[in-house]
């Protein structure tokens, strides 16, 4: 019989792992720690990425509705005229049915439909103050409830239910319901008539049947058109207040006569239900939407074919662009710590196989084979490695509920191999019969292969990192640009490890500098010590395990500092000051009033009102576009930015009188450009000519915007009503409370919010993680280090000792021969780690994640800087007096017989 595996030798086996439990235990610990951090963070990330969506489809509210709509049946009628429906509400079930087919398996992600039919823009004509009235009817699996305060709900205008009316003639009456807050607004209670009118003036027959209360404010039904409870601030224009009319089913199909045929929407609205959504089912219901928008019916159709629309689309567009951008910044981090953890795994084998090195060469020498070595060292890592990577496995599915395998693999493979690599290769080179060669040039053949061989293997370094680098800045590391995201995700990781590497290179020029200048001085603890050092520094896994670990916690550090500095300019950008104030309709002398009390306020700096329309029209070289118009106190708001260094505010020239508005402006996409004539056309007032002077930074978010000065836009004609306050100051949010019916978004919860996100938050996270973990594996690696070379170094140093060499000035020397090594990790490390942030933070996508414009700007975790840099230089007197400790009773004899330790 053949035996395939040569003979284990099980003693050899358990006394080598008893005789070395201590650095055995530590790989395993590396392990085990790299094995929680990497398998539990990529499960962690999906449960988080599925948070993000519904998070974000709450957030987007009617944005994220899908919405179905159909033109109503034709209603001629036999004479000419125009029928009625009575049917008019089971048509909006018949197309709501037919959504529910259409949506077919998707309608189990979706919440109940809500069926919507409204009515066109009407003006209220009585009264001071711009109003505008639309009816209304909705229901969901029936119409929503309500209770009658007085009146009754409203009825059919006519006995005859399908009554047919002329295209010409009076006013069709309409009955509907309003709610108790329109009642008291309006002054209006049941059998009143609305005076009202519709965009051509014609005059509308709107009747009040009852003043309603809703049963439940909460019910689905009212989010469609939340218009109908409370009357609603600047929902058709600026300083416009929209009240509601309830159709029910009964007089639904008035308000079809009452209006032209297109002028009544048909509408079925679906919400995908929050609860419910994982990133996967909201991309699935996106596909299946954008496929229904593009085979739905055309809108010139009159034939009731569906017309689907939505931005759930742009929602999950979005939000998926988040969560690449967050797994891309989460596959940097792992990667960094599988870097320094396979460096660590590999110095801890190198000491290991040092500490093995008689044993094994006495095993040789008896006759054991190079395989049966590597057999039994290999079973005794797998054995180690498996219960290592089971017990992290363990915690990493406690804690996430599942293990991403994939990533355990670097660290699980190193653990296995390295062990019995190393072994094998010191078992070889202390029994091979090979010596060195006695020729000169030989020997000078044999040291440029092996410098040729080292050169290689660095260049093959330098290249992976130059090629992710590319790589990285041309698509990024986002999984949905293509290909694979491991290379350009890596690019920090082997850029610090290339920079190790030129640091190693440097380090013997620098210690070698320091011996000849130590030799020339009358010091001898300073020979003893750079001598020590230059022969310390040769060492290659040291330096680069200490050097990446450095560098890629400054990395972690550097990236966490950016993103908490990004969230907070983001928030910012979104609020405008320290608190935004967002006024409802009132006179001009309340809101006068109401700056001067939150100015006088404890702790605010400046209080600035303004008007800003979100939705403005401009005509720009020819062509019109939407813009966000403010118009605001220029001196003053430029004062409120600079009391908060904020990016400065250019001063608007002033008006000539009769000439253009002279204006700033702001582009993301850069199609207004300083110079560019705008035509303002409101309604109300005459067009006004702006002029675009410059561009800025300081108003812009990621809209086109466009600054004018108050003063000089009422001069052009154009009334400018303030409906927002901005407020600085450690008060801002609490004067900002004090404006009583008034809209108050604070800084500090935008931002509070927006770092409590789950993506934010579990990046964050992440990065802290990884810094720790990176900045305890190169302390740990320095420990690696000292431990190798402490019996050949307090070896020396106690023999020094005999002769002379008192305790303190052998510390110092020990300190000498460590320091070298410490400061390149210290000083080096941390410069590399700033250098990669420069170099690759920008291609990561930040930005999405920190709601900025742009990318946000590096900043420097000077705290974590120093800690970094510390740690290590505390390493070292921290090592050098537990070995002193350990040491201290060494005996003569021992220190003197040739090997001893």
């Not at 965009?199 to 058109?225: E, H, I, M, Y």
């Not at 994939?406 to 094998?424: D, K, N, R």
Request: proline share 6%; glycine share 8%.
């Amino acid at each position: 019989m053949i035996r395939l595996l040569p003979p284990v030798h099980w003693p050899s086996v358990r006394g080598r792992a008893r005789a070395d439990a201590g650095p055995l235990t530590l790989a395993a610990l590396v392990v085990a720690a790299v094995t929680v951090l990497a398998g539990s963070v990529p499960v962690l990330l999906t449960s988080t990425a599925d948070q993000a969506v519904r998070q974000a489809v709450r957030a987007a509210g009617g944005q994220a509705e899908i919405q179905v709509r159909a033109d109503w049946e034709y209603d001629d009628g036999a004479h000419g005229g125009r029928v009625r429906n009575p049917r008019s509400a089971e048509s909006l079930d018949d197309l709501r049915d037919r959504a529910l087919d259409q949506l077919g398996a998707l309608r189990d992600q979706m919440s109940p439909p809500i069926e919507f039919a409204g009515g066109p823009y009407l003006k209220i004509v009585n009264g001071d103050e711009p109003r505008s009235f639309r009816l209304g009817y909705v229901a969901g699996t029936s119409e929503p409830a309500v209770t009658w305060v007085s009146g009754a709900a409203p009825r059919a205008s006519s006995e005859h239910p399908n009554a047919e009316v002329a295209y010409t003639g009076d006013p069709w009456p309409v009955q509907a319901g309003i709610s108790e807050t329109a009642a008291a607004r309006l002054g209006v209670g049941p059998g009143d008539r609305l005076q009202t009118e519709d965009a051509k003036g014609n005059p509308c027959d709107v009747r009040v049947s009852g003043v309603f209360r809703p049963v439940n404010r909460t019910d689905l039904a009212w989010q469609v058109a939340p218009w109908l409870l409370d009357p609603q601030s600047g929902a058709d224009g600026p300083g416009i207040t929209r009240f509601g009319g309830l159709l029910d089913a009964q007089s639904l199909p008035d308000a079809r006569l009452a209006f032209n045929p297109d002028e009544v929407s048909r509408t079925v609205r679906f919400r995908p239900d929050a609860e419910v959504l994982t990133l996967d089912s909201a991309q699935r219901i996106a596909a299946a939407v954008v496929r229904l928008k593009a085979t739905s019916g055309s809108s010139a159709s009159h034939e009731g074919a569906a017309q689907w629309s939505t931005q759930l689309d742009q929602v999950l567009r979005d939000v998926r662009e988040r969560v690449d951008a967050a797994r891309a910044q989460a596959s940097v981090l792992l990667s960094a710590v599988m870097l320094v953890a396979v460096l660590i795994l590999l110095l801890a084998a190198q000491l290991l196989a040092g500490r093995r090195a008689a044993a094994l060469t006495v095993a040789r020498q008896r006759g054991t084979s190079i395989v049966a070595l590597g057999t039994e060292l290999l079973l005794e890592s797998v054995l180690l490695t498996v219960a290592a990577t089971a017990v992290g496995a363990l915690i990493a599915w406690a804690a996430a509920g599942g293990v991403a395998w994939g990533w355990l693999l670097p660290a699980g493979v190193c653990a296995v191999l390295a062990g019995p690599g190393f072994g094998m290769v010191t078992a070889h080179r202390a029994t091979r019969d090979k010596r060195n060669p006695a020729n000169r040039s030989a020997r000078r053949w044999a040291e440029r292969t092996a410098a040729l061989r080292r050169l290689t293997a660095e260049l093959a370094v330098l290249a992976a990192a130059a090629i992710a680098l590319t790589v990285l800045h041309q698509r990024g590391a986002s999984p949905s640009a293509g290909g694979t995201v491991l290379l350009p995700a890596s690019a920090p990781a082997l850029g610090a490890l290339t920079g190790a590497l030129l640091l190693l290179r440097l380090l013997p020029v620098t210690t070698g500098l320091a011996l000849r200048q130590a030799l020339r001085s009358t010091m001898p603890l300073a020979v003893f010590g750079a001598s020590r050092a230059a022969s310390a520094a040769r060492r290659v896994l040291p330096v680069l395990a200490l050097v990446a670990s450095a560098a890629l916690a400054t990395f972690a550090l550097t990236l966490s500092s950016t993103i908490g500095a990004g969230l907070a300019d983001g928030a910012w950008r979104s609020v405008g000051a320290d608190a935004r104030i967002d006024l409802p309709d009132q006179p001009a002398t309340t809101t006068t009033a109401l700056i001067n009390r939150i100015a006088a306020a404890p702790g605010v700096r400046h209080a600035v009102a303004a008007q800003v329309t979100t939705a403005t029209s401009v005509i720009v070289g020819g062509a019109s576009r939407q813009v966000r118009l403010i118009a605001v106190d220029s001196a003053a708001y430029r004062e409120l930015l600079a009391g908060a260094a904020r990016t400065p505010l250019p001063a608007l020239p002033a008006a000539a009188p009769g000439g253009p508005v002279p204006v700033l402006v702001h582009s993301p996409e850069g199609t207004l450009r300083a110079g560019d004539s705008l035509d303002l056309r409101t309604e109300g007032a005459p067009e006004a000519t702006l002029t675009a002077v410059a561009t800025t930074d300081a108003i812009g978010d990621t809209d086109d915007t466009v600054l004018a000065d108050a003063a000089a836009l009422t001069a052009a004609g154009v009334p400018v009503v303030p409906n927002t306050i901005w407020v600085t100051g450690s008060g801002a949010a609490a004067a900002a409370k004090a404006a009583v019916g008034a809209t108050v978004v604070a800084r500090t919860d935008v931002l509070r919010e927006r770092r409590e996100a789950p993506l934010v938050a579990g990046l964050i996270r992440l990065a802290w993680a990884s810094t720790v973990t990176l900045l305890a594996l190169g302390l740990l690696g320095f420990a690696l280090d000292a431990a190798a070379g402490a019996p050949e170094r307090w070896q020396t140093l106690s023999r020094l000792r005999t002769l002379g060499l008192r305790t303190r000035e052998a510390r110092r020397v020990a300190a000498g021969e460590l320091l070298p090594l410490a400061l390149v990790a210290a000083l080096g490390g941390p410069a590399l780690g700033v250098l990669l942030a420069v170099l690759t933070l920008g291609p990561l996508g930040l930005r999405l994640l920190t709601a900025q414009p742009g990318n946000p700007v590096l900043v420097l975790p000077w705290v974590g800087l120093v800690v970094v840099v510390a740690a290590f230089l505390v390493m070292v007197v921290a090592v050098v007096r537990v070995e002193a400790a350990v040491r201290r009773r060494n005996r003569l004899s021992e220190v003197l017989r040739v090997g001893g330790a």
